[in-house]
């Protein structure tokens, strides 16, 4: 069983188009967590939700917009996709709570390409 | 803000060597762990150190976290062509909300 799960896997879409991807984990964690690897491979935290309530928002710009409905599921949506939003998308989860002192375990990705 | 930082991106070794690389950051660190991505993979987790001057083994890797807590370092005996792969450090940053910080990561690759 796949503990942490993302869907779509690839996803090629138009400048200026809406996507979501959706996660979901498993593993009864609390925490949950979307990050961003560019093609530098750099891994960037994007959001955190610890029992569907919002703890980190980094700099992101406002046309992504995390969902939690349940503490099992946290959803990404995209609004007019631009050419920088390309990029590989990492849904993860941990047991840390609040403190980021627990390990990640991260989906397979979601790798985004906008043309 | 906290970063940790990994230097170099990039490391080419002979199947056969042994391999260091090293992580630093700029305030001490309650904890640090260790990632390991695979080409087209995602990061699946390593291991966490959390003492001063921590030891750990897995099998050919050794992680040692610093004594002042401030750095850490993954040694690999005697690489092998499964090695390859890009390595993270990863800390906590402590501000109101603690979020795990990511180094740059080393991507190591190993001639068969």
């Known amino acids: 069983d796949t503990a942490v799960s993302q869907t779509p896997k690839y996803l090629v879409t138009q400048m200026g188009n809406d996507k979501s991807i959706k996660c979901e984990q498993n593993?009864?964690?609390?925490?949950m967590y979307w990050y961003k690897q560019d093609s530098k491979k750099f891994l960037k935290i994007m959001f955190s939700?610890?029992?569907?309530?919002?703890?980190i928002n980094e700099t992101v710009p406002n046309r992504f917009s995390p969902k939690s409905p349940d503490k099992a599921h946290l959803n990404l949506h995209i609004n007019s996709l631009e050419l920088g939003d390309s990029a590989v998308y990492f849904c993860?989860?941990?047991?840390?709570?609040?403190?980021?002192?627990?390990?990640?375990?991260f989906g397979e990705g979601s790798r985004l390409t906008v043309l | 803000g906290q970063q940790v930082m990994q230097i170099p991106q990039y490391q080419h070794v002979q199947e056969g060597e042994d391999f260091t690389t090293y992580c630093n950051s700029s305030?001490?660190?309650?904890?640090i762990q260790w990632y390991k991505q695979r080409p087209g993979g995602h990061p699946v987790f390593l291991i966490q150190?959390?003492?001063?001057?921590e030891v750990k083994k897995q099998k050919r890797l050794t992680f040692q976290f610093g004594e002042a807590k401030k750095n850490s370092s993954l040694h690999i005996t005697a690489t092998q062509t499964t090695d390859v792969g890009t390595y993270f450090c990863?800390?906590?940053?402590?501000?109101?909300?603690?979020?795990?910080?990511f180094g740059k990561g080393i991507t190591l690759s190993v001639r068969p």
């Open positions: 993860a989860s941990s047991q840390g709570g609040r403190r980021a002192d627990g390990e990640l375990f």
């Open positions: 593993l009864g964690h609390d925490t």
């Open positions: 939700y610890n029992n569907k309530e919002l703890i």
């Open positions: 305030t001490t660190l309650s904890n």
């Open positions: 150190l959390v003492k001063s001057g």
């Open positions: 990863a800390g906590p940053w402590r501000g109101a909300n603690s979020k795990l910080t």
